[in-house]
């Protein structure tokens, strides 16, 4: 059972890069986000997906850019990558949170990708 | 003021003991509750969701008081395998978001 899968687990750029973190679903959610954590600051919330073709902004999505092709993937892409990008990033999906109102609030996490930016 | 907060610990708690910690948040239009886990190096899980009433899994108690804005967690008996990370989340009515605390380290300890 894969679950929520993500690649590269592992990754350092030099400032100005670009890059993409890989997200795949084999659960059929049509919710999907990706997250940062940094230590003391929580999980915060990049960009989050409802569905194919739909997605919006989270709490701090400035330098990444996202799209949703497929209900399967939910790529990230860093444009141009600066030391403040170094952090733990963490792809999320879950099935019951695209319609809003009451939800079991499980989300389902990748095993995370940790980015260094230099 | 961050939306969800906790103390960031670590509570060093002895095997065996009970522990307790808690979460405020700022939004009253928050509308469900949860306690996520997380260990060293892992990705978070959905320990327990909490509700109006309060509930119980196993040896964890989780209490919700929403005229004073903050959820609980309680562990019982604690093993030595409760030692992680416990994230606090919240979610508004409307919308799509989940919101995390900075999460609450606990140490158990022989």
């Known amino acids: 059972n894969a679950g929520v899968t993500q690649t590269p687990k592992f990754q350092v750029l030099k400032t100005g890069q670009s890059m993409t973190l890989q997200c795949a679903q084999d659960m059929n959610h049509e919710y999907m986000s990706w997250y940062r954590q940094d230590p003391g600051m929580g999980l915060r919330l990049i960009h989050y997906s409802v569905g194919a073709g739909i997605t919006d902004q989270g709490e701090v999505p400035n330098g990444y850019n996202v799209s949703r092709s497929t209900t399967e993937d939910f790529p990230l892409r860093l444009l141009s990558a600066a030391p403040s990008q170094t952090s733990v990033y963490f792809c999320?999906?879950?099935?019951?949170?695209?319609?809003?109102?009451?939800?079991?609030?499980?989300?389902?996490f990748g095993e995370g990708s940790r980015l260094t930016v230099l | 003021r961050k939306e969800v907060e906790q103390d960031p610990g670590p509570f060093n708690v002895p095997e065996g003991a009970t522990v307790a910690f808690n979460c405020t948040y700022s939004?009253?239009?928050?509308?469900?509750f949860f306690w996520y886990r997380q260990d060293c190096r892992k990705e978070p899980k959905l320990l327990m969701s909490?509700?109006?009433s309060g509930n119980e899994d196993g040896r964890f108690t989780a209490q919700l008081n929403r005229a004073s804005q903050y959820i609980s967690l309680l562990i019982r008996d604690s093993k030595l395998s409760d030692s992680a990370t416990y994230l606090c989340?919240?979610?508004?009515?409307?919308?799509?978001?989940?919101?995390f605390g900075g999460g609450t380290r606990v140490l158990v300890k022989p």
């Open positions: 939004n009253s239009a928050s509308q469900s």
């Open positions: 909490v509700y109006s």
């Open positions: 989340v919240v979610k508004r009515a409307a919308g799509n978001k989940l919101t």
């Open positions: 999320a999906s879950s099935s019951r949170l695209a319609g809003g109102g009451r939800s079991t609030g499980e989300l389902f």
